[in-house]
C-alpha cells in the first residue's frame, strides 16, 4: 500500500472506501486490530504546530486522506488518482459491510438522543450493535467506560468525541480492547441521524464541501483559513 508523507504525517493512498476496507479492516482473516485516524489540512497544519497533536496522529495504525487537500497533494506526488474518503462516508459503508458478517459493533459519543437513534437506525439495516454510550461522562467515569466496551465484545468500535478527545480517548480504551478496530468519527452520528445537514451532493461533485460549510458557518473562517497556509506550505515545499 502506498503512502505520502504529508506535513510529517505518513497517509495511505487508496482508490476507494471499499478498497480501505478490504485491506486494512474487514480482512479475510477477520477485524484486523488498530486505529483509523481521518487526516485533513486543518489537522495537518495543528500537527506542524502542536507536538502532542502530532505524536497522537502518528499513533494511528490506519491514517486516511480526508480531505481533499490531502489527497490531491498525495495524488500530485504518487502521480496517480488518490481518492479523498470523507469520514462519515467510510465509517457508513464499513457499519453496512459489518452487518454482512455479524460483527459486533459499539457506539460512543454524541448526545443520548442521537446515539440512541443511531443505534436504532442502524439495527433496522441489520448491523449487529452490542452496546452504546453517550459522550457525556467525566474523566473519571472514563475506566467504567472502558470497561463496558471490553465487556460488550464489540470488534468495531467507533468514538464521537470530537479530536483530541476521541483519538486521547481510544487510545486509552485501545490497552484494554487489543484485538478491536477504533474509528474516530467526530460528528458523524448527527449527520447519519440528519440531525446535522451535510452538504448538497453538487458542493461534494465537485470537493466543495469545505465551502458549504463555510457559508452554511461564518464562524468557521478562522478554521478555513489553514486551508490558505496549507495550500501556502504545499507550494514552498513545506508540507
Do not use: H
Not at 457559508?215 to 495550500?231: G, H
Amino acid at each position: 500500500m502506498n503512502s505520502v508523507n504529508v506535513g510529517g504525517i505518513d497517509v495511505l493512498a487508496y482508490q476507494s472506501i471499499d478498497e480501505l476496507i478490504d485491506t486494512s479492516i474487514l480482512v479475510p482473516e477477520g477485524v484486523k486490530p488498530g486505529v483509523a485516524v481521518a487526516i485533513n489540512p486543518e489537522k495537518v497544519m495543528a500537527a506542524n504546530i502542536d507536538q502532542q497533536v502530532m505524536s497522537t496522529l502518528q499513533q494511528a495504525t490506519l491514517r486516511y486522506p480526508d480531505g481533499i487537500g490531502v489527497s490531491y497533494v498525495m495524488s500530485k506526488r504518487l502521480k496517480m488518482p488518490v481518492a479523498r474518503i470523507p469520514g462519515c462516508e467510510l465509517w457508513e459503508r464499513l457499519m453496512l459491510r459489518s452487518a454482512e458478517n455479524k460483527v459486533p459493533v459499539f457506539l460512543l459519543g454524541a448526545k443520548e438522543s442521537v446515539v440512541l437513534e443511531a443505534r436504532n437506525k442502524l439495527l433496522a439495516q441489520g448491523v449487529n450493535v452490542v452496546g452504546y454510550r453517550n459522550g457525556y461522562f467525566s474523566a473519571d467515569e472514563q475506566q467504567q467506560v472502558i470497561d463496558e466496551i471490553a465487556a460488550s465484545g464489540a470488534q468495531l468500535v467507533s468514538v464521537a468525541l470530537g479530536s483530541p478527545r476521541q483519538e486521547l480517548f481510544i487510545f486509552e480504551c485501545q490497552k484494554s480492547c487489543p484485538s478491536t478496530f477504533f474509528m474516530g468519527v467526530g460528528g458523524t452520528y448527527d449527520v447519519f441521524t440528519e440531525n446535522v445537514k451535510r452538504a448538497p451532493s453538487a458542493f461534494r461533485a465537485v470537493n466543495l464541501e469545505w465551502l458549504y460549510r463555510l457559508l452554511s458557518q461564518p464562524t468557521r473562517i478562522l478554521r478555513q483559513s489553514n486551508l490558505i497556509k496549507y495550500f501556502y506550505y504545499y507550494l514552498t515545499k513545506k508540507v
